[in-house]
């Protein structure tokens, strides 16, 4: 019968990642219609903290975008690329990740690649090895934001939040891990291909006259709208800076008196959907936004899409584990509590399938949990939720091949022999080895 079940929501995930956008989470609900009606499985727990964080992340981020901070930390971001060219395989991933990391979402890179693609093209460097890390270094900051939501997710009151993890133990983890696999990944990636001006597409484009020297369009802003969009910037980092001292030091945090008597104190759950609604809220008064701007822009629709996703996937997810949690602790527990790299092995297939940090977390890890892994090394294990750079049809992945006018990031014969392929094995692979590294000193 587990297996007929198990059928039922591999077909649910990948017919909803074939759909795309708010497939995942519709056909994620029509599995989990078939197993509780069709099945009787009794209904797992609903996300329903993990959407109320995204959706509170997303108001603030969709505000920041309306009011022109998110061009503004491109600027910066150009600005701080065109000074360093020749380095531009090395601080283009930073920066990307940098941003990502303050940002909490991975949109922002749509915006950094074809600057990215154009001054490495000027600089006659392989387009193809600063883009491929920029990318896995966006997915990578996901894991490390103190304010995504994959980290949401992981912080969950039924999931590591309720294990006694808090949010300084992430950031203590995944900041160095990620960061220091992103290095590694860049100093890889300096080996892919040949130089530029030796790449047979490259210069099959020159000769047919593919390749004009055209650049981004620079866009003037006034200086009023230069200042809004700064307000907006330092108003959202406020926001982030009071979630990092508020997850990081617990006594701060609001307590309460229960009227049986037992104290109350307030959860990381509470805290960022409080702080960042309320962030949201302070943008739109003092850069005067128009509301209707803001949930017009890809950032609010990119995370609606995401909330539905979650609500269906995890959903359905959490109803098939907990439904036959006797059947994995009989049959699979000893063997992943022994070789815990099997579940890091899993949660990387499952993001393969979800195209999601934050649908494969709430999906996966309460088996996890359930299955006794230690809470620290499921930690350390949580950068291996970012394999969607493995099938080369990602938002990201796509953009950066596109970006690339020289022709040298692409899609090999193969399908799979692609670009990011390395820099993402690499970048992962390294960032479990350093968290787990890590985690023997906490």
Same mark, same amino acid.
């Given at each position: 019968m587990i297996f007929t079940e198990l059928f039922v929501v591999l077909v649910a995930i990948f017919v909803g990642a074939r759909v795309g956008g708010i497939g995942l989470g519709v056909f994620g609900m029509l599995g989990l219609a078939v197993l509780v009606f069709g099945f009787g499985l009794k209904p797992g727990n609903a996300p329903i903290d993990v959407m109320l964080i995204i959706?509170?992340?997303?108001?603030?981020?969709?505000a920041l975008q309306a009011a022109g901070g998110l061009d503004y930390l491109v600027r910066v971001a150009e600005r701080i690329l065109r000074k360093n060219p020749s380095m531009i395989t090395f601080l283009a991933p930073v920066v990307c990740y940098i941003f990502t990391f303050l940002s909490g979402t991975g949109h922002i890179a749509y915006s950094l690649l074809p600057i990215i693609s154009e001054i490495a093209t000027e600089s006659k460097v392989r387009p193809e090895r600063p883009l491929s890390i920029s990318v896995i270094a966006s997915q990578q900051a996901i894991t490390a934001s103190p304010i995504s939501a994959a980290t949401a997710a992981l912080l969950g009151t039924t999931l590591l939040g309720g294990q006694g993890i808090e949010l300084s133990d992430i950031l203590m983890i995944c900041i160095p891990s990620t960061?220091?696999?992103?290095?590694?990944?860049?100093?890889?990636?300096?080996?892919?291909?040949? /130089?530029?001006?030796? /790449?047979?597409?490259?210069?099959?484009?020159v000769r047919d006259g593919i390749l004009k020297n055209e650049k981004q369009t620079t866009y003037e802003i006034s200086a009023k709208e230069n200042q809004k969009a700064l307000i907006s910037v330092i108003i959202f980092l406020i926001g982030v800076l009071l979630i990092v001292i508020f997850g990081s030091i617990p006594s701060l945090r609001p307590s309460f008196v229960l009227t049986d008597g037992t104290s109350y104190r307030l959860g990381m759950t509470e805290i960022i959907e409080i702080v960042m609604m309320s962030i949201a809220g302070l943008m739109l008064i003092f850069t005067k936004t128009n509301v209707d701007k803001a949930v017009k822009g890809s950032v609010f629709i990119a995370g609606m899409q995401a909330v539905i996703a979650i609500f269906g996937i995890a959903w359905m997810? /959490?109803?098939?584990f907990n439904g036959n949690i006797v059947f994995f602790k009989t049959h699979i527990e000893?063997?992943?509590?022994?070789?815990p790299f099997l579940f890091a092995i899993a949660l990387f297939v499952m993001s393969i399938l979800l195209f999601s940090q934050a649908a494969t977390v709430r999906t996966l890890y309460p088996l996890g949990i359930a299955l006794g892994i230690p809470p620290l090394a499921l930690v350390a294990m949580f950068p291996a939720v970012n394999g969607y750079f493995f099938i080369p049809n990602y938002p990201t992945v796509v953009a950066a091949i596109s970006f690339d006018r020289t022709g040298t990031t692409r899609i090999g014969k193969?399908?799979?022999?692609?670009?990011f392929q390395l820099p993402g094995f690499v970048a992962t692979i390294v960032s479990i080895a350093v968290g787990y590294f890590l985690i023997l000193f906490l």
């Open positions: 959706l509170s992340v997303i108001t603030a981020a969709a960061l220091i696999g992103v290095i590694v990944g860049a100093f890889a990636v300096r080996f892919i291909g040949v /130089d530029l001006e030796k /790449d047979s597409e490259y210069q099959r484009r997810g /959490d109803t098939f000893h063997i992943v509590t022994d070789y193969y399908v799979l022999n692609h670009s």
